[in-house]
C-alpha cells in the first residue's frame, strides 16, 4: 500500500516532525486514561486537533464531509472529514486543499466519533505517527492558528509530483 506523503517510497518530501503540539493535560498525552480512551483528547493524546483548508471559516462554523479530496479523481466527494494532532500534517491539509486563497489551519472539535485515517496508517507507519484521523461528523471550529510555517517550495513540488504520480495511477482515497 502506498502513502501519500511517501507514494512508491519515491518522493522526497520530508515526512515532518509530526509533533503533538499540545499534549492532552488529562492524559499527560497518552490517550488512556486507567486504559479507556481519554473522552478530553478521544483517545488521541492531542489537547489541540487540526484541520487544514483553503476555506474562510469562523469559530462555531461546522466544517462538513464531503469536499473533494486532495487526491484521486476531482469531483470524488470525501465521506468523511480529516483533522490531525500534528500542525506539520495539518501544515499539507492547508497546503494540498483544492482551492483558491491561502492554505488556513483551524482548531477543531469533533462533533462524533472519530477514527485512525488509513490513508496515513500502514505497515510502513505503524501507529498512526501523523496522527491524522477522520470522521463522518462535522468538525467546529473553535480557533485559528495564524502563525505558522509552510514547507519550501521544493518540499511543495516533491508531495504534488507524488500526488500526481498517484492520480495517474487511479489510486483512490481508502474510503471505507
Ligand atoms: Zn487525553
Known sequence: MTS????????????????????????????????QPCA???????GRLFHGTKADLRPGELIEPG??????????????????????????????????????IYVVEPTGPI??????????????PTRSYRSRQPLRVTGEVVEWQGHSKEELEAMKGGLERLRRQGVEPIEE
Open 4 to 35: 501519500i506523503d511517501d507514494p512508491k517510497g519515491t518522493a522526497s518530501a520530508r515526512r515532518g516532525p509530526f509533533d503533538v503540539s499540545h499534549p492532552c493535560g488529562a492524559c499527560q498525552g497518552q490517550g488512556k486514561v486507567d486504559e
Open 40 to 46: 478530553t483528547c478521544h483517545g488521541t493524546g492531542a
Open 67 to 104: 469536499r473533494p479530496a486532495n487526491f484521486g479523481k476531482p469531483d470524488r466527494q470525501s465521506r468523511y472529514v480529516y483533522l490531525t494532532g500534528t500542525l506539520d500534517a495539518a501544515t499539507w491539509g492547508a497546503e494540498l486543499a483544492l482551492g483558491e486563497g491561502p492554505g488556513r
Open 115 to 128: 477514527e485512525d485515517d488509513p490513508n496515513l496508517t500502514d505497515k510502513k507507519y505503524p501507529g498512526n
